[in-house]
């Protein structure tokens, strides 16, 4: 069965700094993995899907990397803003005959101006 | 192309009554997931339905939930004798394709008083 950690459950960092947020999965047969942000009381806004032969997907300040062997992916933040405090969070499919996705607990995150 | 939308975004029930959760995917999409995010927890999977058919219902609680994707018109989940413990935020994705990248909705907020 399908477990997804996220390490840490919650950050705090000033502005301008770079951080990593950590996913673990405990089946490496995925072909995907995805991150999202979700800002309070609101819906999921996709951030980065990376395909089970890639090893990493950037966009803007954000950089995702896959590692299925070690069950890791990484999120990397650079010169992180005050905009980026939301809930992170990694999925992955669940398996067998659909598509569901598994979800880590998340990750927290507050940029102090 | 107009996103995953979702309606109501908040719902108030009181116990006892029904509430009735709709989701109408992305242009395109034939596949729709439910899924669940109670206080405090992360995101559960619910349901996975193609047009007409439910194809993995297997985060569904045996009483009181059932889920429909009709061939015309958005995907509704139902919950009869709404409780308490049934207060959670709903979300709803979309796929054009079973092994693809879900576009999640705003999500609609349950209270049950």
């Known amino acids: 069965k399908q477990e997804v950690t996220q390490i840490p459950a919650a950050l705090s960092v000033p502005e301008g700094e770079n951080l990593v947020l950590n996913c673990s999965f405990t089946d490496s047969a995925i072909y995907n993995l995805q991150w999202f942000r979700q800002d309070p009381g609101k819906g999921l806004t996709s951030l980065l899907l990376i395909q089970s032969s890639q090893r990493e997907q950037t966009s803007g300040r954000l950089n995702a990397s896959l590692d299925k062997s070690s069950g890791r992916s990484t999120l990397y933040i650079a010169a992180s803003q005050p905009g980026d405090s939301a809930t992170y969070l990694c999925a992955v499919p669940g398996g067998g005959a659909t598509n569901k996705l598994i979800f880590g607990t998340g990750t927290l995150l507050a940029v102090q101006p | 192309n107009a996103g995953v939308m979702q309606n109501p975004r908040h719902l108030v029930r009181r116990r006892g009554q029904e509430a009735r959760l709709r989701c109408s995917p992305m242009?395109?999409?034939?596949?729709v997931y439910w899924y669940r995010q109670l206080p405090e927890e992360g995101l559960k999977f619910m349901v996975y339905?193609?047009?007409?058919?439910?194809?993995?219902e297997s985060g569904m609680p045996k009483e009181r939930f059932s889920a429909e994707f009709p061939k015309e018109g958005p995907s509704i989940l139902r919950i009869q004798q709404v409780v308490r413990g049934d207060s959670a935020a709903y979300f709803c994705a979309s796929s054009p394709f079973q092994d693809h990248e879900q576009f999640f909705g705003p999500g609609t907020r349950l209270t049950v008083l």
């Open positions: 242009k395109g999409h034939s596949h």
């Open positions: 339905l193609q047009k007409e058919n439910i194809i993995d």
